[in-house]
Every structure is written in structure tokens, then in C-alpha cells.
């Protein structure tokens, strides 16, 4: 039976413990902003008992109006033998303002008397009158009883009584953790199925990914009664990351027909998941499921011609369901028709000038031969093949160019590019430094750039990767350049391949460059 599930994010908190990601009060509050629009019910904002930053970062939210996002505060029970009112964390809890509240507490007896080394009545004393403390202050509290699975296992007994301490307190969500992420999905449906006629408040799960399960285990409690899923967008967090929530939405509104959102906000779900790894600084992972850059994205030519016919055939959703989209890719393993539908999707004409889809294909296995690899470079596959069409048209000449690196002993080195570009009639000369030769080529190339076409100020590069590939026949080893670069529309990848550095890069970023500026002469 389809219910609302009710979304709770815990990037700010949970997710900021994995290991590359780190956001400042201010990235926290742009986050925050954004699920709030997206339509994510609760947004943890983190521990305000634990750092400063995120008690900063509660007195900016204070000030900020969500539209339906409630905004929770994060901490423990109160500690052991003082009173909730003199307990610092407790009270920086209530100096949030939050109307919702989320404490932890231990459920597993391991945790009761080998960490905190205390006796387990006094723990689900510290449960419930937390729990009441924080209702007596008009707070809605959710409970996260921290290794209940664990706890379960090992003393079913106990992780009972400290979870009906918490409801004794009054606490309005119940949420069972599977905090190690080692719990099965057969194992949550055992548990659920004893626990959730035992309790009236509603129930939530929060899981981790250490066993790759945290989806799995977080649709199977839903199947079996909860109604709150806490994750995280993109599955940051610690370890192998917490549920991410970007597919708990598209698995269980669009699979299991539980509304989460609405459906027009369903459609930005893949920026949603771009945005946060783009405040995380985070290159995103073209393997996620629903929002990844691969997860509609076809290869082999069987494919390609089965989805020409119909795109059910190797898809498990309508890409635009969740704002992504069909990609079909050409590399040397392609055939024709994943040219033919390439040029149908870039509006390129094929076989005018004599270049058909046959050469095309043969084009791309000798440049692939050589070590370009086109299905990770859309970008410069598209321009590859307006090029040989005859479609496209330079719009803009590299005259000449000379970097310079300079190191010595004490200080670090610095780059310096000079570079000479024409556009039709003109020229422009420019010299920029950076912190690479690279970069500096970059911002040289831009700025000579930006008098002709002031939009490339729009365009950042966001993953610059150097790879090495042999070098057979006693000939120098070469390197593939890949560039990823993006503007508010969209994300292009463009490739350069050559013996020297240098040369592979400048390939790669005038491709880039070129991609963007095409994208703005066919007025987009
Ligand atoms: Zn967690």
C-alpha cells in the first residue's frame, strides 16, 4: 500500500564525517536551501554541542525561512548522572531553536557497559528523561536508537527497553540504526517484523553502506512499516557512506509508487545530487544509480539499435523521470547505428560531404587505436564529428604560445602562459600565470577569449585527469588528457592525447573551450 514516506537528509551531519567531504557554515546553509526547495521533509543541520562551526551555522539558519523544510538539530542523550538541565549538549540543542530535535542514545549493551562503562538502567534513564526534558520544552523529538540491530542480536531484551524508554520520553519518530552497516535485508525484516507492533510512535531507519546494503536495508523496513528514511544525498558519510538518498527517491517513489516528493520535483533530482557534489567538491560518480552520468547510458551496438526501437528494452526507468538522460555512446566497439542515432541527438548531418556513418566509425576505432577514448568525451566526439562533416567552423585560431615554469630551491613553482589567438580578422594577445602550466594556459586562453565571447566566464573546469598509456614499439609512452568542464546547463568531457603534457591538455581545453562556444552560436 502506497504511503508518504517522509525524508530526513543528514548530509550536514552525518555525511560531513566521510572521509573527502568538508562544508563551511556557508555551504551548509546553501545545501539546506536547496533540499528545502527539492522538498526533503527534515534537514539535519548538525551537532551544535560538538563544534562551533555548526553553531554558526544554526544561528545563520535561524535567520533563513525554509519553505516546508523542517530544520533538526543533532546530539546525545544528556550524560551520565547529571540532569538534561545542566547538560551542555542538551542545552545547546534547545539554543538552536529548532522546533525538532534528533538525540541518539545506545541500544547495544556492548556499547552501554564496555564504552560508556556505566549501568545499563542508568542509560535508559538517560534516554527517556532526555527525551522528556526536550517534549517539556515543546520540542518534536526523534529518537535514533543508535546499533539497534546490533543491540537486537545480541540482547534482544535490553535494545527493547532502551527504545521503550524513548517512548516512555515521549519521543514522536523511533529510529532504528543500523550504524555499523553489517545488518542483512532478511535480518531488517526479522527485526521490523518483532519491533514495529511492539511500538506506536511512527518508525523511521537510518543504515550505513558497509556492506553495500544501506538501499537495500532502507526500502526493505520501509516494506516492513517505517515511514522515515534518513540518508544522506549522494551517500557521503562515514566509512562507505550512509543510504543515499537520491535512490532511496527513485527507488521508492518510482518503483514502489511511495510518494516522497512531488513529481515535478522528482525531475530535478539529478541536479539535486550535481549541486551537492559540487558544494562538496566532490567529482560525481557517473555509476549512480538514477543520477549518474552512466546510469542511462548505452554502449553496445546490440543496445543501441534494441533502444533506437524502443528504450525499455535497456532501461529500467524513463531517464527524465529523475531529470537525467539517455546517452548513447561511441567508442571503436560501436557500430553504425550508435553514430547514426549520435548524429540524430547532435542534429549533425552525416554522410553530406561524403563522410557516411561507416567512415565515421572507421575514424574513431584509428583515433581510438591511437589512445583517444570518445565514450568518456562527448564533448570532443561531437565536435570529432562536425568536423569531419564539414559542420563546424573554428571559432577561433591558436596563432602561437609559450609557457614557462620556473622553480627554485625555496619556492614553489610557477607557471606562465603567453598565448596568441585570432578570431576572423582579429588578434589578442594575453599572459596569465596559475598554479600549473596548465591552469595558467587555461586562464590565458580565457582571457584572450573573453573580449570575443564574454560567455566563457560561464564555463569552470571541474576535473582535469592525466593518465599514461603504453607506449608500444619502443616509442614514447603518450598520455591521455580528459577534461570535465560545466556551466549552469550542463557537464562536457573533452579529450586530448599526444607524447607531451602539454600538448595532449591544450587539445582537451581548446575542445572544451570550442564545446561551450558552439553551444552558445546555436543559442543555447
Ligand atoms: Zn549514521
Not at 534513564?125 to 518534536?140: F, N, P, Q, T
Amino acid at each position: 500500500m502506497a504511503k508518504q514516506i517522509f525524508l530526513y537528509d543528514t548530509t550536514l551531519r552525518d555525511g560531513t564525517q566521510g572521509e573527502e567531504v568538508s562544508f563551511s557554515a556557508e555551504d551548509k546553509l546553501r545545501i539546506a536551501k536547496k533540499l528545502d526547495e527539492f522538498g526533503v521533509h527534515y534537514v539535519e543541520g548538525g551537532w551544535p554541542g560538538s563544534n562551533p562551526r555548526d553553531a554558526r551555522f544554526f544561528e545563520m539558519a535561524g535567520k533563513t525561512t525554509f519553505a516546508q523544510a523542517r530544520l533538526t538539530a543533532f546530539g546525545s542523550t544528556r550524560k551520565p548522572r547529571i540532569v538534561p538541565e545542566k547538560d551542555g549538549n542538551i542545552q545547546a540543542l534547545l539554543r538552536t531553536e529548532t522546533e525538532t530535535v534528533t538525540i541518539f542514545g545506545k541500544s547495544w549493551d556492548l556499547h552501554v557497559t564496555e564504552i560508556l562503562n556505566i549501568e545499563p538502567d542508568e542509560n535508559l534513564a538517560m534516554i527517556e528523561e532526555s527525551v522528556s526534558y526536550l517534549k517539556s520544552r515543546d520540542r518534536r523529538v526523534i529518537y535514533d536508537a543508535e546499533h539497534f540491530f546490533d543491540g537486537f542480536k545480541r540482547n534482544r531484551d535490553y535494545a527493547m527497553r532502551t527504545v521503550k524508554a524513548a517512548v516512555e520520553g515521549g519521543a514522536d519518530y523511533i529510529v532504528l540504526c543500523d550504524t555499523n552497516g553489517g545488518t542483512l535485508p532478511y535480518e531488517i525484516q526479522h527485526v521490523m517484523e518483532e519491533v514495529s507492533p511492539l511500538i506506536t510512535p511512527a518508525l523511521g531507519i537510518h543504515a550505513h553502506n558497509d556492506c553495500g546494503l544501506a538501499l537495500a536495508n532502507s526500502l526493505e523496513a520501509v516494506r516492513c512499516g517505517a515511514v522515515m528514511v534518513q540518508g544522506t544525498i549522494n551517500g557521503y558519510g562515514e566509512r562507505c557512506g550512509n543510504t543515499d538518498l537520491t535512490a532511496v527517491i527513485g527507488a521508492l517513489q518510482v518503483k514502489m509508487g511511495h510518494p516522497c516528493i512531488s513529481e515535478e520535483k522528482l525531475e530535478r533530482l539529478t541536479e539535486l545530487s550535481r549541486f551537492v557534489s559540487e558544494v562538496a567538491n566532490v567529482p560525481p560518480l557517473n555509476q549512480r544509480p538514477f543520477v549518474g552520468k552512466s546510469a542511462f547510458a548505452h554502449k553496445g551496438g546490440v543496445h543501441v539499435s534494441a533502444i533506437i526501437k524502443n528504450p525499455a528494452a535497456y532501461e529500467h526507468i524513463d531517464p527524465e523521470k529523475v531529470g537525467n538522460r539517455r546517452r548513447v555512446l561511441v567508442s571503436d566497439l560501436s557500430g553504425k547505428s550508435n553514430i547514426e542515432y549520435k548524429a540524430r541527438e547532435l542534429n549533425v548531418k552525416v554522410g553530406g560531404n561524403g563522410w557516411g556513418s561507416d567512415k565515421i566509425v572507421q575514424e574513431i576505432k584509428k583515433l581510438e587505436d591511437q589512445g583517444y577514448q570518445f565514450d568518456a568525451a562527448e564533448g570532443s566526439l561531437e565536435l570529432l564529428m562536425k568536423k569531419v562533416t564539414g559542420q563546424f567552423h573554428a571559432p577561433f585560431h591558436l596563432e602561437s604560445l609559450r609557457v614557462t615554469i620556473e622553480k627554485n630551491r625555496s619556492g614553489p613553482s610557477t607557471s606562465q602562459a603567453t598565448i596568441k589567438i585570432s578570431v576572423a580578422d582579429d588578434y589578442e594577445i594575453t599572459a596569465a600565470e596559475g598554479d600549473g602550466p596548465v591552469n595558467a594556459i587555461d586562464n590565458a586562453l580565457r582571457k584572450a577569449l573573453y573580449k570575443f565571447f564574454p560567455q566563457v566566464e560561464e564555463m569552470k573546469l571541474v576535473d582535469f585527469k592525466v593518465r599514461v598509456i603504453d607506449g608500444s614499439d619502443g616509442t614514447a609512452a603518450k598520455v591521455r588528457v580528459q577534461i570535465e568542464s560545466r556551466d549552469a546547463r550542463e557537464i562536457w568531457s573533452t579529450i586530448g592525447v599526444s607524447e607531451n603534457v602539454i600538448e595532449a591538455s591544450w587539445q582537451a581545453l581548446v575542445d572544451s573551450v570550442q564545446y561551450k562556444l558552439s553551444r552558445i552560436q546555436n543559442g543555447h
